[in-house]
């Protein structure tokens, strides 16, 4: 039986278009009881990577939250909301700045600090990472991401939203563990077959295209997208949207381990949004992507000489959080304008770009990298 993945339209983020939306997206898959019983404790995951409202569509829009935490009640269970920002930026600060404090607090339900929860360890391939306690003792996980491209990973949707699950400084250890695309990408297929939400509800009203996930191009896209498998959720968009499986590697990760589709002829679509898309192209980043094209031989070889590196521009107001960030302390304040990178340090993650509030850091990449993306070298 192939694997349904759900697409319903929304114009916009007002209530009443939101509710109709959730309630098509669910029946369309089968109806919130597939998931839900009463009694149950039910964690709701959303994004909340970094202290934006909603309209900069960073984070996942809390009226679709808000929608879904209804549809919970209803079904008898009791909602909880949990996720986990960069360590870079108070949690509290996140929770005022996108809405979810307020619209929690109207909905008279509990908003999980997953930074100051316990959590359990687990190994793979030697190491050491945890996994925040209340996602693991909900009976459902609900993940509700918000759909973006990523400097990093090139999509940011299903899967990668389950980083958020990671609490502390370990986010920013992984990344210098994993300091390559195709490495971080392992991982993040590891975390997910280990976590595994029982349904996913992905925020595309407005997604993010081009170099995101906090700096890219605001997208209408004009839908919700849902499925009980995440990677055939993940890989449904990127057909939809003409962006190369390859290109997104912890989907073959997944495909490969039995966790989930990423076979676009196993994947039934179901819902009331034409296919294909009538819209122009949905751009992606071209850092993650280049890097993961170059054979690992030639990686090795050529290493000194294709990096991918920051850049700050003069929208910087030195507010710090880059340096925060840097898992491998490559970037420090000083008396100039905007912070100094030591390259040699630089480990290409991105994670400077993607808490950055002023849309100020810019990913550059080397002299080579410029003549791979011109085809110029073995692929």
């Known amino acids: 039986m192939r694997t349904k993945v759900a697409l319903s339209a929304c114009p916009d983020y007002s209530p009443a278009n939101i509710q109709a939306a959730i309630a098509k997206l669910l029946g369309d898959l ?54 986990s920002a960069c360590n870079a930026i108070q949690i509290e600060r996140v929770w005022d700045k996108t809405g979810f404090k307020a619209m929690c607090g109207e909905e008279s339900v509990p908003l999980v600090n997953l930074e100051k929860s316990s959590s359990v360890q687990f190994n793979w391939a030697g190491v050491v990472y945890s996994v925040a306690k209340p996602v693991l003792d909900a009976a459902l996980v609900i993940n509700m991401p918000k759909l973006k491209t990523h400097m990093l990973t090139v999509l940011t949707n299903a899967v990668k939203n389950m980083y958020g699950t990671l609490p502390g400084f370990q986010k920013t250890i992984l990344h210098k563990q994993y300091p390559t695309p195709n490495q971080f990408c392992a991982f993040l297929a590891a975390l997910y077959a280990r976590v595994k939400p029982g349904l996913t509800i992905s925020d595309a009203v407005i997604a993010m295209a081009g170099n995101g996930p906090t700096s890219g191009d605001l997208t209408h896209l004009g839908f919700l997208a849902g499925s009980p498998d ?150």
């Open 230 to 379: 995440g990677v055939a959720l993940d890989a449904a968009l990127c057909h939809i949207l003409k962006i190369p499986l390859n290109k997104v590697p912890y989907l073959g990760s997944l495909q490969r381990a039995g966790v989930g589709t990423a076979d676009w002829s196993q994947i039934e679509m179901v819902g009331n949004v034409p296919l294909p898309l009538q819209r122009p192209p949905f751009h992606i980043p071209v850092t993650a992507s280049l890097l993961n094209q170059i054979p690992i031989w030639l990686l090795k070889l050529v290493a000194p000489y294709v990096w991918i590196r920051p850049a700050f521009t003069a929208r910087c107001v030195k507010c710090g959080l880059c340096v925060k960030a840097c898992p491998v302390k490559a970037l420090r304040l000083n008396e100039g304008p905007m912070p100094v990178l030591t390259p040699t340090a630089c480990i290409g993650c991105c994670c400077c770009h993607e808490v950055c509030p002023e849309r100020a850091v810019e990913m550059t990449q080397s002299f080579l990298l410029n003549l791979r993306k011109r085809g110029k070298l073995p692929s």
């Open 30 to 83: 089968g109806g919130i009881a597939t998931w839900v019983r009463p009694g149950q404790t039910v964690l709701l995951k959303p994004n909340l990577l970094s202290a934006r409202t909603p309209d900069r569509a960073v984070t996942t829009h809390p009226e679709v939250v808000r929608a879904m935490i209804r549809a919970v009640k209803a079904a008898g269970a009791s909602p909880i909301v949990a996720d």
